[in-house]
Nanobody, 115 residues
Framework: QVQLVESGGGLVQAGGSLRLSCSAS????????MRWYRQAPGKQRELVAS???????NYVDSVKGRFAISRDNAKNTVYLQMNSLKPEDTAVYYC?????????WGQGTQVTVSS
């Protein structure tokens, strides 16, 4: 089992920055990829960024150049640095870990960007 706990959400003005954190515990050795998803009201959950065991990263086009996913293996933590935030980035952000054919989810953290 893997437990994921997000933190760092909040209210920010457009153009501002936030850094989300996802702290992992449990059988983290089984995790091959960590991801950040988001879900805005009335919309489907969207994959935002991924970081693989190799260190390779992927981003959805709408956040490329603005968001950066990273990890600190010593702290078992994955981060999502979000810069130049836009009102359309408003959503609940979820941390996800996949490995051993299992998906693990955090509880989500709200990000609200005001115009």
């Amino acid at each position: 089992q893997v437990q994921l706990v997000e933190s760092g959400g909040g209210l920010v003005q457009a153009g501002g920055s936030l850094r989300l954190s996802c702290s992992a515990s449990g059988s983290i050795f089984s995790i091959n990829v960590m991801r950040w998803y988001r879900q805005a009201p009335g919309k489907q959950r969207e994959l935002v960024a991924s970081i693989f065991r190799s260190g390779m990263t992927n981003y959805v086009d709408s956040v490329k150049g603005r968001f950066a996913i990273s990890r600190d293996n010593a702290k078992n933590t994955v981060y999502l640095q979000m810069n130049s935030l836009k009102p359309e980035d408003t959503a609940v952000y979820y941390c996800n870990g996949f490995g051993g054919l299992r998906d693990y989810w955090g509880q989500g953290t709200q990000v609200t960007v005001s115009s």
